[in-house]
């Protein structure tokens, strides 16, 4: 009797656990980011009445008899699966969706929790409303080798929204370009031979020339210069002499010159340039046949003017330009000294920095015997060439070979500047880049200009300025306005931005375009608002536009979060079957991501509560029906004496 006695007590004792945790579980039906429990029962232990005999040879054997003495509370788990996550609007709720935990400070100690009602305290530290505790995070600073990139700290932080702190100006250092120069149009003034990377390859005569290089000479004797490189690495150059003008296709006369194509040390054929068409060909030196025609007449590119020789006649010449190193431009003209004899004169022109001419007034020089004026344009984007004050050629720039693009840059102050950037083509392959004030002269600039060399696949392969050197750091003289002077890396081939040569600028047969630009400079801002991103990065939004990374969420994920120990508040604690915390970025390593202006509701089921409710119910009552029976038992039992 008295064993089915304490049987029924054990129930009735588990039920009322399992009855404590559904009250548990619904009363907290609508906590944020709560987490239910599960009771398991198990039975308590068992008398041995008889036990079980093995099989002989006479009989069979027998099972054990075994009378149970009741049940207990095997375990009683938290359930950590992911409940609903709801849209709040609340620029600092944070719910997370997938495996981890918040990780919040009380004190010195970290707790867990999966209740991301976050507030701002009046320190503007991000705390959890109602408890205090502080939400922990990486801080995020400037990468010192990756313009523009963050990198994330090592140490958990407390995280601070310092709502109404200044961002200090910042004076930009780097500018990155992403734009098209349209390789199909022509340089931006006449400029002789466009003999940038203008090669070509062939057999002539039975040998085969792996390259044969077209370039314009500095003298009459050597106006055209053509080197051949043949298959076995020896070379040859010829020298093509300038003895007049064609001044109905604006191209040179120029000599024919023998040649010794198989270098056995005789001439072996001639070259001939065809001043109708542009084409270089070579022609058998026995027999005059044809051998091999290379056509130049598209990168031949000059301007033809005529001047009076003082008795009435005029002589005509060649005019180009080639750019000089420093951004200024030389001008060529080839024609008759005066004398019958062929002759260059050359003239330097400086340039201003955006490129214009800065021509000092009675600029003269002598052309055929000759004196001739030169000045600028009225735009300063062309020259002018005048004798006894009548014009008698004028070269303007092709601005449509000329690409340019604004923006502001800002100083150490964070004043704005517009500065703006071109592009002017200058020879095959070949660009002159230009950076200046347009709106403030008074401002001193330094190696501002340079050259961009382009690949045959149309890529930057090289970067130099007006000095030579592989750069394009511009300084600027902002210490005139009271800041620091500033040295800013214009990016033209995405190194120093961490991109692809394709992200940067290139020259393409397509139209120009500029679809966007980089500087890292701004002025002074002051935060006002702030997000939150799924990666868990929270960004201040300033007043200046900017908006900057200040912080990343720390996740905390466990092997085993049933492990976790309940420290109220929604708040857990790690214990030693929980396994260590592994403290995470958001999406990384297991972590779950970050639902900005969200909450997590209470994993809880009603419906599945109500039943398991009902089944409490039915389990105590049933038990406490057994320790009643138990007592009528023992009460006949006692009635057996009267």
Avoid at 356 to 363: A, R
Avoid at 429 to 452: A, C, H, K, Q, Y
Avoid at 577 to 603: C, D, F, R, V, Y
Wanted: hydrophobic share 35%; net charge negative; with cysteine.
């Amino acid at each position: 009797m008295l064993r089915s006695l304490m049987s029924g007590v054990s129930g009735v004792k588990g039920h009322q656990t399992l009855l404590d945790v559904i009250g548990d579980n619904i009363s907290n039906a609508n906590t944020t980011g709560f987490k239910k429990s599960t009771v398991n029962f198990r039975e308590l232990m068992s008398q041995t009445e008889k036990s079980a005999t093995a099989p002989s040879t006479e009989k069979g054997g027998t099972n054990p008899s075994q009378v149970g003495l009741g049940m207990t509370v095997g375990s009683i788990t938290v359930d950590h699966t992911q409940g609903n996550i709801n849209y709040t609007g609340g620029k600092s709720d944070m719910a997370i969706e997938g495996d981890g935990y918040f990780v919040v400070k009380s004190g010195t100690n970290n707790l867990f929790t999966r209740a991301g009602n976050f507030i701002l305290d009046g320190n503007g530290d991000m705390i959890q409303s109602g408890t205090g505790y502080r939400l922990q995070g990486f801080a995020m600073s400037d990468d010192p080798m990756n313009p523009g990139q963050k990198i994330v700290g090592t140490d958990l932080v407390d995280i601070n929204i310092p709502v109404g702190q200044k961002l200090p100006a910042r004076a930009t250092t780097t500018a990155g370009f992403r734009c098209n120069l349209d390789s199909r149009v022509d340089t931006v003034l006449p400029m002789g031979l466009s003999s940038h990377d203008l090669v070509m390859s062939g057999t002539i005569g039975g040998v085969e020339f792996t390259s044969i290089t077209f370039a314009e000479g500095t003298t009459t004797g050597d106006f055209l210069k053509i080197t051949f490189q043949r298959k076995d690495g020896t070379n040859f150059t010829a020298d093509m002499g300038f003895n007049g003008i064609n001044t109905s296709s604006s191209l040179p006369r120029l000599s024919d010159v023998q040649v010794d194509l198989d270098g056995d040390g005789t001439d072996d054929a001639y070259i001939s340039f065809n001043d109708t068409t542009g084409d270089v060909s070579i022609y058998n030196l026995s027999d005059s046949s044809l051998l091999w025609t290379g056509k130049l007449g598209a990168a031949v590119n000059y301007q033809t003017f005529g001047i009076d020789d003082g008795s009435g006649s005029t002589v005509y010449y060649l005019a180009e330009f080639n750019d000089s190193i420093d951004g200024g431009r030389t001008l060529n003209i080839w024609g008759d000294d005066g004398t019958g004899t062929m002759d260059v004169t050359s003239i330097d022109l400086q340039s201003n920095n955006d490129g214009s001419f800065n021509i000092p007034s009675g600029t003269t020089v002598t052309i055929g015997g000759q004196s001739i004026e030169v000045s600028a344009t009225t735009s300063g984007k062309g020259v002018t060439l005048a004798q006894s004050g009548i014009v008698v050629a004028t070269f303007n720039l092709q601005t449509a070979s000329i690409h340019s693009t604004k923006f502001d840059i800002y100083d150490s102050q964070g004043n704005p500047h517009t500065v703006e950037t071109s592009w002017e083509k200058v020879d095959n392959n070949l660009w002159r880049w230009r950076v200046w004030l347009p709106d403030e002269n008074g401002i001193g600039l330094s190696n501002n200009t340079g050259l961009l060399e382009f690949s045959s696949g149309g890529l930057v392969e090289q970067v130099t300025d007006s000095t030579g050197a592989e750069s394009s750091t511009v300084t600027f003289n902002f210490a005139s306005l009271g800041a620091e002077d500033s040295d800013i890396i214009f990016d033209f081939t995405g190194n120093a931005l961490g991109k692809n040569p394709i992200e940067a600028v290139t020259q393409f047969g397509s139209s120009f375009t500029t679809k966007e630009y980089y500087q890292d400079g701004y002025k002074m801002g002051v935060l006002k608002d702030f997000s939150v991103g799924s990666d868990g990065i929270i960004r201040g939004v300033y007043d200046n536009g900017r908006t900057e990374e200040l912080y990343t969420a720390a996740l905390a994920v466990f092997s085993n979060p049933s492990g976790l120990e309940k420290v109220g508040s929604g708040a857990f604690r790690s214990t030693s079957n929980s396994g260590a915390a592994q403290i995470l970025k958001p999406m990384e390593g297991g972590a779950g991501s970050i639902a900005g202006g969200s909450l997590e509701a209470s994993n809880v089921d009603l419906t599945a509560e109500f039943v398991n409710l009902i089944k409490a119910q039915r389990g105590f009552q049933a038990s406490a029906r057994v320790i009643t029976t138990s007592d009528e038992i023992l009460e006949e039992l006692m009635n057996i004496k009267r």
